[in-house]
């Protein structure tokens, strides 16, 4: 076409992406460049402004590695990660889901543990927590034989991969339900993290007054044949970026009670900490997702 106004524009790139073959393709770019141009005449994006834009979209790929992907911290930063999640599950959206992001640390093959034991694999200071977590259906039911891999940061907010001071694979563990659904172990209580802020998010951050931390918590991925595969965190409800969070992950479905404990208790030193939590599971593929990193 030749374009004689610029409000021509818009009716002309749509029409363009009206010709593409694939029917799902074709609806994303139609709705792509509805959103886009209207963007673009909303804000009235400068030049400069687009120069800028077009910089910090090559930066995310420069700064994105085998070991780091600033995209999808970009994305995260931004809510999109979780509403994707969201619109996802829990009957498209309409229900509460247990189900919430990977992030970037779940690793392959991780020590199988029997319930009642420990996934602390080398001295790791902080307070004990004692977990009971329990998996079920959408009718309450217990899944028994589902295999529950549990990771989760240290109590100063590392994970053994980014930490030399910890053995290999501490703090992470995979465990089977119970009969009743269920899987018991020891660990540290996780502490909240801050995102890398050396790229571009972190610039985003600073310019927003934003502070960089995740709130504290576990991390479970659910697999059992039937249903689909659950991938969850739970988070800390004393927290002090409980309502914060950085990554817009925390929902009320997925927010546990760390219960403080003061009492004393033969294999514990006070303080220590109790959770109990349930997962719910929704009918769909059991799929493992591809491991983040080695
Ligand atoms: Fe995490």
Redesign the pocket.
């Known amino acids: 076409m030749i374009i004689e106004r610029q409000d021509q524009l818009t009716d002309g790139a749509l029409a363009v992406m009206e010709q593409t073959s694939d029917a799902r393709l074709r609806e994303i770019m139609v709705s792509l460049i509805r959103h886009l141009h209207g963007f673009v005449r909303d804000v009235r994006l400068t030049e400069a402004e687009f120069r800028d834009a077009a910089a910090i979209l090559a930066e995310l790929g420069q700064q994105t590695t085998d070991s780091h992907n600033e995209v999808v911290l970009m994305a995260g930063s931004l809510g999109v990660s979780s509403l994707v999640c969201l619109i996802n599950n829990g009957d498209a959206g309409t229900t509460e889901t247990s189900q919430s992001l990977l992030?970037p640390?779940w690793r392959l093959n991780s020590p199988k543990v029997e319930n009642g034991g420990s996934i602390v694999r080398s001295d790791t200071p902080g307070p004990a927590v004692f977990v009971a977590l329990r998996v079920v259906d959408r009718q309450s039911r217990p899944i028994a034989g589902a295999e529950v891999d549990i990771w989760?940061?240290s109590p100063v907010g590392l994970?053994e991969n980014q930490d030399p001071d910890q053995a290999e694979m501490n703090l992470r563990g995979k465990f089977t339900t119970d009969e009743d659904g269920r899987i018991w172990f020891r660990s540290v209580k996780p502490a909240g993290y801050p995102i890398p802020t050396d790229g571009v998010v972190g610039r985003l951050l600073a310019a927003q007054g934003r502070h960089p931390f995740?709130p504290a918590?576990i991390?479970a991925l659910v697999f059992k044949e039937g249903y689909k595969t659950l991938t969850s965190?739970v988070y800390a409800d004393d927290d002090p970026h409980l309502e914060t969070d950085v990554q817009f992950g925390v929902t009320q479905a997925l927010v546990g009670r760390f219960e403080r404990h003061d009492e004393p208790r033969a294999e514990a030193d006070p303080p220590w900490y109790s959770l109990a939590y349930t997962f719910v599971m929704e009918p769909g593929e059991a799929r493992l997702p591809r491991p983040p990193i080695r």
Do not use: A, L
Request: proline residues 0%.
């Open positions: 992030g640390f989760h940061s994970y995740r918590h991390h965190q």
